[in-house]
């Protein structure tokens, strides 16, 4: 038998269809994680925050496959992991669909100046004119990061008729590579953020790519906090330097009531709840394990596995 070490969260999706063979122990807490953790060989250790999560990982000694999740899981002792030479499943592409669908939202509210009509509903006023004049078809965006969230992205932006420029590590027909993008930063209405959290992509927009931005830029961060120098990009909204920014992430997270990002015009903060605004990812990421467990009890590759070196 093979011990799988799982979330009470999703018991009711994955119990009833595990396969012979697997014997699951259930945790509703970090201390009975840790617990179960050192018989774990499949171990699926989700928390809310990464602090318990890197404790049970650590405690799981015997631990084969680890799967979450979370698509970035950069947080986690990779070293670790690679060096006991466990298989890392995540969570890439089960919120794909609704990151881009909320990108698009995000883009389309700005463009609108949504937000300026609801506030006039709340106070009973009829606008004479639309607060925000700007149309996705015919501008032009620049994506950065190209895997399940930015082809989705791309796909959507495109049947607006936005004209989108992709950087990706390798660049191909119509793709800007890592060294390429930032002689051209003044050429794009949108520069979107959909990269992992490495060491590479660590504060990758500061103050010198905010100040080759266009005025009319509008910064969209839906990756994380820690790919933008988070002061510089505060300095820029302040001095207009760039328009805006729509911020699904911050760092650090929550953002602390008194940062001024609250209180900017012209930044947007949407708290992280991207990935969350859909009911099915719970199921999409059962589906998908246990999927991988015949995989997995078959000899064959499991997927999407992170590279442990690169950290996605």
């Known amino acids: ?42 171990g699926w250790f989700d928390f809310q925050q990464p602090e318990p999560m890197v404790e049970v990982a650590r405690a799981a000694t015997r631990l084969r496959w680890l799967n979450s999740i979370y698509a970035g899981l950069d947080f986690l002792p990779l070293d670790i992991l690679a060096e006991r030479g466990v298989v890392v499943t995540n969570g ?6 609704t990151i881009a669908e909320y990108t698009v939202m995000l883009m389309l509210a700005h463009a609108k100046g949504y937000r300026d009509v609801v506030r006039a509903q709340d106070r009973h006023e009829w606008l004479q004119d639309s607060p925000g004049k700007r149309e996705l078809a015919g501008s032009k965006a620049l994506l950065l990061g190209y895997g399940a969230i930015g082809k989705l992205v791309e796909r959507r932006l495109s049947a607006f008729d936005a004209e989108v420029t992709v950087v990706r590590r390798s660049p191909g027909p119509g793709t800007l590579g890592p060294d390429e993008w930032r002689d051209r930063l003044g050429e794009f209405d949108w520069i979107i953020l959909a990269v992992p959290a490495t060491p590479e992509t660590e504060g990758m927009i500061g103050a010198e790519e905010l100040a080759a931005m266009k005025r009319e830029a ?17 300095e820029a909204l302040r001095t207009k330097r760039i328009e805006a920014a729509l911020l699904d992430v911050t760092d650090p997270e929550p953002l602390p009531q008194d940062h001024p990002l609250w209180s900017l015009e012209n930044a947007q903060v949407t708290m992280h709840l991207s990935g969350r605004a859909q009911t099915l990812m719970f199921k999409r990421s059962a589906d ?10 078959a000899g ?12 996605y």
Do not use: C, H, Y
């Open 1 to 42: 038998m093979t011990v799988a070490v799982l979330s009470s969260l999703i018991r009711p999706l994955v119990e009833p269809r595990l396969p012979d063979g697997i014997e699951a122990r259930w945790f509703m807490s970090k201390e009975e994680a840790l617990e179960l953790a050192p018989e774990a060989e499949i």
């Open 92 to 97: 890439a592409g089960i919120n794909a669909i």
């Open 218 to 234: 509008v910064l969209v961060n839906i990756a994380r906090g820690t790919v933008v120098d988070q002061d510089a990009l505060v």
């Open 288 to 297: 998908r394990f246990i999927e991988n467990l015949a995989r997995w009890q």
């Open 300 to 311: 064959e590759p499991v997927s999407p596995q992170m590279d442990l070196r690169l950290g």
